[in-house]
């Protein structure tokens, strides 16, 4: 068969297209290669990310679980706070010192580190508490290689010390009787939920005769070691509710609006039969301009000594709105058979304020000594001398009655005693009887800051959530 050579222009034209041919799949294999290699590198920043997300809920969970466990009393606290926390509650016995770790790690590359803890509540009640976690995911050279943030919002709720969040409450933690230090000897403090003592410093002077020491573990005292480190009698001393041996920061004592800051420039004493009536249009009802009733309907009077003898009395009534009685000078003394006598009988103990001199942490003037004496009937009031040493003179007046649930009314007081010293009364069977609502008594007429005592704390529940990616290399 005769064979025909190409033509010259044909050799030309096939040697191009084969290259063009090869470029283009040259072109299409890279651009595969490329998105495969994109892909990959996305699914891996994204398994990063996943992963920096989830250190960040680790976290949370190991902070939350750390709080609620040892620092439980943190949780109504800022973060920024932590270190030096105010101590709006005793600590409870079993709280550890010191604050949790706020940065730690999740396996081998993984770290969180918490960026804010923001309490919004009431220490008496609970809240909500805010958190800021960041997780990391580190490279071989400890840079990140991918970060999230996690925010959450967990319910804060109040408990007893002794009880979990969702048993019944022992009691309200609230102190009926405060005090630095205190020397109860045969009083009685009675009131299954509030009828509670705390004592600031009771642990730094133990008497001798008792079991423990200072260097005791709290959570180690037995209720008879109580007993005995507050100067009680294991035989005639009564507390209803909790024996707290625990510092807290204590409110200011009240003072009357600056307004009315004239009524100090001359206090009168109270030497003889006296009777204060709150909102009153009479002179002599308000202690002939000693007393100055407010815009809000409370009667601040402001007065030195008060010293009455044989049959004298000094006569509270707040059927028109609360009374407060503000001592300046050193003393309050009730010789003989005299007394003070709160009408109506059906009042709130908070409805009379009976107060002292601030704090004197550095003994500026002499402590002032106040002793108490109802008359026939109970004294329903609060009396707060952060700067005194206080006691109830003659003692059981009027003994207490107390229901089946152990809540009690009577006594010599009817309401809480606030000092620096208790220990005037101790050889008395002197009463206090502590209302059930004590507490929240002084939370809703004082303010937020009264309403002090041993609480624990506990987050639950997480009530918003969000995360976001921050950095991913």
Not at 1 to 10: G, H
Not at 124 to 129: C, I, L, N, S
Not at 145 to 151: K, Q
Not at 420 to 439: E, F, R
């Amino acid at each position: 068969m005769k064979q025909y050579p190409l033509a010259t222009d044909e050799n030309g034209f096939i040697l191009p297209l084969v290259l063009i041919v090869t470029l283009i799949l040259g072109a299409g294999l890279m651009a595969s290669t490329t998105r495969a290699w994109l892909g990959l590198t996305g699914a891996v920043r994204q398994s990063q990310a996943r992963s920096a997300r989830e250190v960040a809920e680790a976290g949370l969970s190991q902070l939350i679980e750390t709080l609620n466990r040892n620092h439980a009393h943190l949780l109504v606290v800022d973060v920024e706070n932590w270190s030096n926390p105010p101590l709006f509650s005793a600590i409870c016995a079993n709280a550890s010192t010191g604050v949790p770790a706020t940065t730690g790690t999740i396996g081998s590359n993984g770290k969180y580190t918490l960026e804010n803890y923001n309490f919004n509540g009431s220490p008496f009640y609970g809240g909500k508490a805010d958190l800021r976690m960041r997780g990391e995911i580190l490279k071989s050279d400890n840079s990140t290689a991918a970060a999230a943030i996690v925010e959450q919002t967990v319910e804060i709720k109040a408990k007893s010390c002794n009880t979990s969040f969702d048993e019944p409450t022992t009691t309200s933690g609230f102190p009926g009787l405060l005090a630095q230090n205190v020397d109860m000897g045969g009083n009685d403090l009675k009131g299954r939920l509030s009828g509670n003592l705390l004592c600031l410093q009771c642990v730094d002077n133990i008497p001798n005769k008792c079991s423990v020491s200072s260097s005791t573990p709290l959570d180690s005292y037995s209720e008879s070691d109580k007993i005995c480190v507050v100067g009680g009698n294991q035989n005639q001393t009564e507390v209803d509710g909790e024996i707290y041996l625990s510092a807290i920061d204590l409110p200011p004592v009240p003072v009357p609006p600056k307004s009315m800051n004239d009524l100090y420039n001359n206090p009168p004493d109270i030497t003889s039969n006296t009777t204060i009536v709150a909102a009153s249009s009479n002179s002599s009802e308000l202690l002939n301009g000693a007393c100055r009733v407010g815009p809000d309907g409370i009667t601040h009077c402001v007065v030195n000594d008060i010293d009455l003898k044989g049959q004298d009395t000094l006569t509270v009534d707040t059927n028109g709105g609360p009374i407060r009685i503000y001592v300046d000078g050193n003393s309050v003394d009730f010789g003989g058979k005299s007394g003070m006598k709160h009408i109506p009988p059906s009042a709130p103990s908070s409805n009379f304020g009976f107060f002292g001199r601030p704090i004197d942490p550095t003994n500026q003037k002499t402590d002032q000594e106040v002793i108490l004496r109802g008359r026939a009937s109970t004294n329903n009031m609060w009396a707060f001398f952060p700067d005194a040493s206080l006691g109830i003179k003659g003692g059981a007046g009027d003994d207490v009655n107390c229901d089946s649930t152990g809540e009690c009314t009577g006594g010599d007081i009817y309401g809480a005693v606030w000092g620096k010293n208790w220990g005037l009364s101790n050889g008395t069977g002197a009463q206090i009887a502590v209302p059930a609502d004590m507490g929240q008594q002084l939370y809703n007429n004082f303010g937020t800051a009264y309403g002090i005592g041993m609480k624990d704390y506990v987050a639950i529940g997480v009530s918003k959530w969000s995360s976001f990616i921050i950095d991913n290399q």
